[in-house]
């Protein structure tokens, strides 16, 4: 199975993070092509209905507190905080052979195209 993560080209994406004047906002209503963060996925997930949802995680978050999850979700995207952190490929593979996570992975911040 492939580790294979696609980088995302801002001026062609469909995916939009629920974000108010101050940040994320805490409890987001229900929207197509969402892009939460982990926190704002955790206050919805019980509610939320089924649609493409997507949740942004920090290269230091412990993917498998999404285990349960990974089926409702359509899209993940892994941080790279800065090009020599390689944390979220770690996350990549545990994502795809331990959890069988199907769907669409994506790379975000410092990363070399």
Not at 1 to 10: G, Q
Not at 60 to 75: F, I
């Amino acid at each position: 199975m492939s580790t294979a993560m696609d980088f995302i080209k801002p001026h062609d994406h469909t995916w939009h993070r629920l974000d108010g004047e101050d940040g994320p906002q805490p409890h987001p209503a229900p929207r197509h092509h969402a892009l939460l963060t982990l926190e704002q996925w955790h206050a919805v997930r019980d509610t939320w209905p089924a649609l493409p949802t997507g949740v942004l995680l920090s290269n230091t978050a412990d993917v498998a507190t999404l285990a349960a999850d990974l089926p409702r979700l359509a899209l993940l995207v892994l941080q790279f905080p800065k090009w020599t952190d390689g944390r979220a490929y770690s996350q990549a593979r545990l994502l795809r052979q331990r959890h069988g996570f199907a769907g669409e992975l994506r790379a975000s911040g410092d990363v070399v195209v």
